[in-house]
């Protein structure tokens, strides 16, 4: 059984920092497109950033462009989101999203960060 399991969402103030993880069991996601999405309260969830597999070149929503930074480690098939200046329009739940067959197939529960001003 596939698994991802998203850890280190919290609340911080403004300008601060969190860090998210993302462990993954049940298959490798070395070869596979990792990404992170959001949703706040009454929107749409929205992507926020993406990792490729081989090279892991990196894609980024421009909302959290110079703020963000997507990372993972192959060995611990874990992804990461380093989250820097936060905002309060940045508090949501956090989910982090495993490329399977044509789409994001996997889908983790979500952590919840927020952000107060």
């Known amino acids: 059984q596939v698994q991802l399991v998203e850890s280190g969402g919290g609340l911080v103030q403004a300008g601060g920092s969190l860090r998210l993880s993302c462990a993954a069991s049940?298959?490798?996601?070395?070869?596979?497109?990792m990404g992170w999405f959001r949703q706040a309260p009454g929107k749409e969830r929205e992507f926020v950033a993406r990792i490729s597999w081989g090279i892991g070149s990196t894609h980024y929503a421009d909302s959290v462009k110079g703020r963000f930074t997507i990372s993972r480690d192959n060995a611990k098939n874990t992804v990461y989101l380093q989250m820097d200046s936060l905002k309060p329009e940045d508090t949501a739940v956090y989910y982090c999203?495993?490329?399977?067959?044509?789409?994001?197939?996997?889908w983790g529960q979500g952590t919840q960060v927020t952000v107060s001003s």
């Open positions: 999203a495993g490329w399977g067959r044509g789409s994001y197939e996997y």
């Open positions: 049940g298959r490798t996601f070395s070869t596979s497109t």
